[in-house]
């Protein structure tokens, strides 16, 4: 049986943000049941303003676009800035117009959903915004969406803010639901 490739994308600056460290275990997650990854921290999305056309032009783009037009799922980890995802996540999601092809956009691909937040109010918004971003992008968000509020109190190495269980089940989902990969 041909094995799942999921892309985790976590839009944070921050080196060693709760989102790049929540992207990282998600990763391991993954492979651990099988699954082959590809992680993209914020440092690697730090892309131009979205423009039409300027993927063609620019390495990292290129690379980004190509590791999305394989992926079966998607992970997308945010951090919550006044209520919604941070605006580097969301450019580098505008590119995914650029995505050639046989499937448009992130159609058919299942969607995991976390946003991290200092609270349950910011990141339940945020969550609700990533799963309508992954909807406008013909995706399928999973059934189970995860906050982890009160990001600042994890240490290094801790499930991402007492969320492992729930993480896990979502990333169950990623697997579940995502599409077989067509045998060649």
Request: glycine fraction near 14%; include cysteine.
């Amino acid at each position: 049986m041909p094995t799942s490739h999921t892309v985790l994308i976590s839009g944070s600056l921050r080196v060693g943000s709760t989102s790049d460290r929540t992207a990282l275990w998600c990763a391991e997650q993954l492979q651990e049941r099988g699954a082959t990854t590809r992680t993209f921290t914020g440092g690697e999305i730090d892309f131009p303003f979205y423009r039409p056309g300027l993927s063609g032009t620019h390495p990292g783009l290129r690379d980004f676009l190509d590791e999305l037009g394989r992926a079966d799922g998607i992970v997308l980890v945010s951090p919550t800035y006044h209520g919604t995802v941070s605006g580097l996540l969301k450019n580098a999601l505008d590119y995914v117009n650029d995505l050639d092809g046989p499937r448009p956009f992130l159609d058919g691909r299942t969607v995991g959903c976390v946003a991290v937040g200092a609270g349950t109010q910011g990141t339940a918004s945020t969550l609700a915004t990533l799963r309508t971003i992954s909807h406008a992008l013909r995706a399928w968000p999973t059934p189970l969406g995860v906050v982890v509020p009160h990001a600042g109190s994890l240490l290094p190495g801790d499930p991402p803010g007492g969320q492992g269980e729930r993480l896990l089940a979502m990333l169950g989902q990623v697997l579940t639901l995502s599409p077989v990969p067509a045998a060649v």
